[in-house]
């Protein structure tokens, strides 16, 4: 089974080689093999992503992208996976440890919400 490595797009402007984050290095072009735009589209191939000063500016065809960024440093990811950042949005910071039904009622009817806020701050 081939193994397909996922990278968080919105991280790409973050991650970027030591060259990439000079200051006069503002533009970058990412070769991406496969593309996961979010939408529910298809996976799109052979994708080139545009970033000018730490923001996507165009994303498309590598062909088209690639010959209109002259001097931009290059991130080859043509044989990776392209996707944007993935949230978590469902959690719990509040309830702390393994909650069973009496943990829960203890936690969330005895605690009070400026202490539990404390505990979750500390266990972030």
Known sequence: MRR?????????????????????????????GRLIDGTG????????????????????????????ADGAALIDLSRQTVLPGLIDAHTHLL?????????????VLKESTPYRTIRAVAAG
Not at 20 to 30: E, F, H, Y
Not at 52 to 66: K, N, Q, S, Y
């Open 4 to 32: 397909t490595t996922l990278l968080l797009a919105c991280t790409v402007a973050f991650s970027l080689p030591a060259a990439a984050q000079q200051p006069d290095a503002a533009r970058t072009l990412v070769h991406a």
């Open 41 to 68: 589209a298809p996976v799109r191939t052979d994708q080139g992503i545009l970033i000018e000063a730490g923001r996507i500016t165009a994303v498309g065809p590598w062909g088209a992208l690639a010959s209109r």
């Open 95 to 107: 309830l702390q440890g393994d909650i069973t039904a009496a943990e829960y009622d203890d936690q």
